[in-house]
C-alpha cells in the first residue's frame, strides 16, 4: 500500500521561528510536492522536487525552502515563520511522467495545520 | 492567475441524485485531469483520471467528461452518497506529468 507520510499533523509555532515541515514516501517516487491548501484558493504548489538535490519553485515560493537529500524524504523549511503562513500544508509524491505511463496522480500525506501566533 | 478552476464553492444535492462537479482550464498543453476527494484534517485522495485522448472515463458511480474545445472537465456522481459528502478537487498536468495544478475545490454536501 502506497503512503505518504507527514511528520506532524499539527504544529504551533511563534512568528520568526525556523519551522521544519517533514514529509517521507516509501514508493520509490522521483517527483515530491509541496502543497499549502487555504480556503477559497484551493491546493498551491510551494515547491516541487524531480530528483535528488533538484528543485523547482511553484507558484508561491517567497518564505519557503527545500531539502532534498534523500529519494523518500522532502523537507519544506519556513526560514522565518509569519502569521499569513498559517496554513494546511500537503506533501505528496508520483512518478515522473517520462515513463510512458498514464497512471501517474500524485498521492498525498495526511497534511500538517500549522498555526503560526 | 489560476489555470485550473472550479467556480462553484459548494453544491448540495439529494441523496440517490446525480452530482455534477465542473471544472475549467486555462492552458492548451494540459493533457491529463484528475479528480481528488477530500475530507477535513485529511490529505486529498485520488478518484478518477482522464487523459486528453478521451472524453470519457467511467468508474463506478463516478464519471468524468472531458470537453477539450471548451477546456471543460466535469464529474457525475450517480447516484450520490452521504459518504460523497466532501470537497473535491480537479487537477490537471502537462505531457510531462511533472507538475499537478488544482481548482479551488467544491465541497460537495449529499443530504440523506
Known amino acids: 500500500d502506497v503512503k505518504v507520510t507527514q511528520s506532524s499533523r499539527y504544529l504551533v509555532k511563534r512568528t520568526g521561528e525556523k519551522v521544519f515541515l517533514e514529509c517521507v514516501q516509501d514508493?520509490?517516487?522521483?517527483?515530491m510536492f509541496w502543497y499549502r491548501q487555504d480556503p477559497g484558493l484551493g491546493l498551491r504548489l510551494i515547491y516541487f522536487?524531480?530528483?535528488?538535490?533538484?528543485?523547482e519553485k511553484g507558484d508561491i515560493p517567497e518564505g519557503y525552502s527545500v531539502s532534498r537529500e534523500k529519494k523518500e524524504r522532502f523537507s519544506l523549511i519556513l526560514e522565518s515563520a509569519s502569521t499569513n503562513q498559517t496554513s494546511m500544508y500537503l506533501c505528496?509524491?508520483?512518478?515522473?511522467?517520462?515513463?510512458?505511463?498514464?497512471?501517474?496522480?500524485?498521492?498525498f500525506g495526511q497534511g500538517t495545520r500549522l498555526t503560526v501566533v | 492567475d489560476q489555470q485550473v478552476k472550479q467556480n462553484s464553492p459548494s453544491l448540495s444535492v439529494q441523496e440517490g441524485r446525480i452530482s455534477i462537479l465542473n471544472c475549467d482550464y486555462t492552458?492548451?498543453?494540459?493533457?491529463?485531469f484528475l479528480w481528488y476527494k477530500k475530507y477535513p484534517a485529511e490529505g486529498p485522495t485520488f478518484l478518477i483520471s482522464?487523459?486528453?485522448?478521451?472524453d470519457k472515463n467511467e468508474d463506478g458511480r463516478f464519471t468524468v467528461f472531458l470537453n477539450k474545445s471548451a477546456k471543460h472537465l466535469s464529474l457525475h456522481i450517480v447516484p450520490s452518497q452521504p459518504g460523497d459528502s466532501a470537497v473535491y478537487f480537479c487537477?490537471?498536468?502537462?505531457?510531462?506529468?511533472?507538475?499537478?495544478?488544482f481548482g479551488s475545490g467544491t465541497k460537495l454536501n449529499v443530504k440523506p
Open positions: 482522464i487523459s486528453s485522448i478521451k
Open positions: 522536487s524531480y530528483d535528488v538535490k533538484m528543485k
Open positions: 505528496a509524491s508520483s512518478l515522473p511522467g517520462d515513463r510512458g505511463s498514464r497512471n501517474t496522480e500524485a498521492f
Open positions: 492552458n492548451s498543453m494540459f493533457d491529463y
Open positions: 487537477a490537471a498536468s502537462e505531457d510531462n506529468f511533472n507538475k499537478f495544478y
Open positions: 514508493m520509490d517516487h522521483e517527483n
